[in-house]
């Protein structure tokens, strides 16, 4: 395949008009215009608010003009101290275009940190919503409260979690950790049911994405989602893509889920990355022409969060099981497998692995928190788990094992196939950090040697779960705490499980997981992390439902991190 160059990423973006407004406070308060000379608009997906730093945030809307013929947009802004604006702190002008799908960012600097600010754009007749933002403490170790996201699917459901956190006041930023869209079409994963409930896809935008105008029309419809749009309005959001705002599990040069008679993975990319960069509130280090998307941000002396992307800067193509299954004996080659897995694969890049090295040796923080897509801990499954023929067999076989390890773990005797289903164990998801092991000591190594206290946070498997990182030789490295979905199906749809089971299954789990501490199968939701000077704290809350706009919160979990 193609390698991607900066050529081919440039000529995608060669129509693209004004990108980001920088305002300084050199140039005070710009005016907003006078209202004749604004544009004729509406604010129909919201306003939004990302990236903060100790003095700057990125300020986005998206503002179509009345007049479908208007090609150019020119609209006013202001910042506030207060929610009823009269303090306006800033405020200026700025434009907008066809050019990037109307969408309007404006990065706010020099402010002052720890502030809390309020923000709305102005057309010649029309508001925006008005948005409410912070900026990051400087220095210090005042406790914060994230709430961590991933995998919000439009047909799936109601983003019920996003609308809980959105009634939180006490919350300094919402961390997603990618999944932020799905590219199926209407008859794709997760569509099942989805007429019924309201939330089928639109005639205009019903088919898997390929396109600029395919991927900015997914984004649009998300954004009609109500929690979604009252979230955004309510907190800064720090962003990372994971595979599905391109395609089902993508690496550097392709994914799963494209085809080679679907056209070019790289032009695709460029299409779902740019319409990525004009919809969500981020402001990319290496510029919206830039594929580079991992970041840090500074939250006083207390937490340092890194972002990573572990899709598309530098991963290597997943590895697969079938391709080591014999097709006609059905003999799985181990030999050949595990020196494939022992072998340099990478998941970041050596660019973004050193970048990460750089980053946590440098870090004096209290806390290295990694935002990053997927699970790091060890998810090793019994092997003949693995082996049933078919799915149903899989729980019972699981929670059968579970008993015989238990029964081994109380010095009973066992025999030698009954041993050999407790020991014999593998990774259950290759695409996860399990398929590149190699890279994941590098990381835990560089983490031990520096002596920092890691905390991971991932999402993409649309199930809750807490373990222990512990390198191959056993040594503690940190904690992982890992999201439920927002509306996407878990393992309780992939295994067909009813309430109960899902909750037998997920208490046996960790018996049978030598690093797993907890884990939630069947229920949709989000996560509040806690850091304070003495621990992180991870908060997971599920709601009843996402069938509907109606739901509650029915189960909160719990658990403490004090460091190492
Ligand atoms: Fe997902």
């Given at each position: ?394 729980t ?65 498997t649309h199930n809750a779960w ?18 439920s979905s927002?509306s996407s199906p878990g393992m309780e749809t992939y295994l067909s499980l009813d309430t109960k089971t899902a909750e037998q299954l997920a208490k046996a789990l ?8 907890y884990t939630n199968l069947h229920q949709r939701g ?14 997971w809350?599920f709601v009843d439902t996402i ?7 029915v189960n909160?979990h ?7």
């Open positions: 395949m193609k390698q991607f160059n900066r050529r081919d990423f440039l000529k995608l973006f060669a129509a693209t008009g004004a990108a980001v407004t920088v305002s300084t406070a050199l140039q005070g308060c710009v005016s907003i215009g006078k209202a004749s000379e604004r544009s004729s608009v509406k604010f129909d997906h919201g306003v939004a608010s990302g990236d903060p730093t100790s003095n700057a945030i990125l300020l986005w809307t998206r503002a179509v003009p009345e007049n479908s013929a208007e090609k150019q947009v020119t609209l006013g802004w202001e910042l506030a101290a207060d929610e009823n604006f009269s303090k306006i702190i800033r405020s200026g002008t700025a434009t907008t275009s066809a050019s990037r799908d109307y969408t309007v960012k404006v990065d706010v600097t020099q402010l002052s940190p720890n502030q809390r600010y309020y923000y709305r754009f102005l057309g010649k007749n029309s508001k925006s919503p008005s948005g409410k933002t912070q900026t990051l403490p400087e220095s210090g170790l005042r406790p914060l409260k994230f709430a961590v996201f991933s995998c919000s699917n439009y047909p799936a459901g109601y983003f019920n979690p996003y609308s809980e956190a959105a009634k939180d006041d006490s919350i300094d930023a919402v961390i997603h950790l990618g999944d932020y869209i799905y590219e199926y079409g209407a008859d794709g994963y997760a569509t099942e049911g989805s007429k019924e409930i309201g939330r089928g896809l639109p005639d205009n935008n019903n088919t898997e994405l390929f396109t600029l105008t395919d991927y900015r029309r997914r984004y649009a419809l998300y954004r009609t989602d109500q929690g979604l749009q009252a979230l955004h309005a309510h907190a800064p959001f720090i962003a990372v893509w994971d595979d599905h705002e391109i395609s089902n599990d993508t690496w550097k040069n392709g994914a799963e889920n494209h085809q080679e008679d679907e056209g070019s993975f790289i032009e695709r990319r460029a299409a779902a990355v740019q319409a990525y960069y004009e919809w969500l509130p981020i402001r990319p280090p290496q510029g919206e022409a830039n594929l580079t998307i991992y970041r840090d941000f500074k939250f006083g002396d207390l937490v340092d969060l890194i972002m990573l992307d572990t899709r598309v800067i530098g991963r290597d193509k997943q590895l697969n099981y079938d391709d080591y299954r014999d097709v006609e004996s059905g003999q799985f080659n181990t030999q050949k497998f595990q020196q494939d897995m022992s072998s340099d694969r990478s998941i970041m890049g050596k660019k973004q692995l050193q970048w990460l090295v750089n980053k946590l040796n440098n870090s004096s923080a209290r806390w290295q928190v990694l935002g990053q897509q997927l699970l790091m801990g060890k998810m090793n499954f019994p092997a003949a788990a693995f082996a049933a023929d078919d799915r149903s067999k899989v019972p076989l699981l929670l059968q094992i579970a008993e015989l390890k238990k029964r081994l773990q109380n010095g009973e005797e066992l025999t030698a196939q009954q041993k050999a289903m407790v020991t014999q164990v593998t990774p259950y998801n290759l695409d996860a950090w399990d398929g590149y092991p190699i890279e994941r000591e590098m990381l835990y190594r560089a983490a031990q040697k520096a002596n920092k206290q890691l905390v991971v946070i991932a999402g993409d807490h373990s222990e990182l512990r390198s191959s030789d056993g040594a503690h490295i940190g904690v992982e705490f890992a999201t927002v960790p018996t049978l997981i030598e690093d797993l501490k989000y996560m509040n992390l806690f850091a304070s000077e003495d621990a992180v704290e991870a908060e809350v069938r509907s706009k109606d739901y509650r919160v909160k719990r658990a403490r991190y004090t460091g190492s």
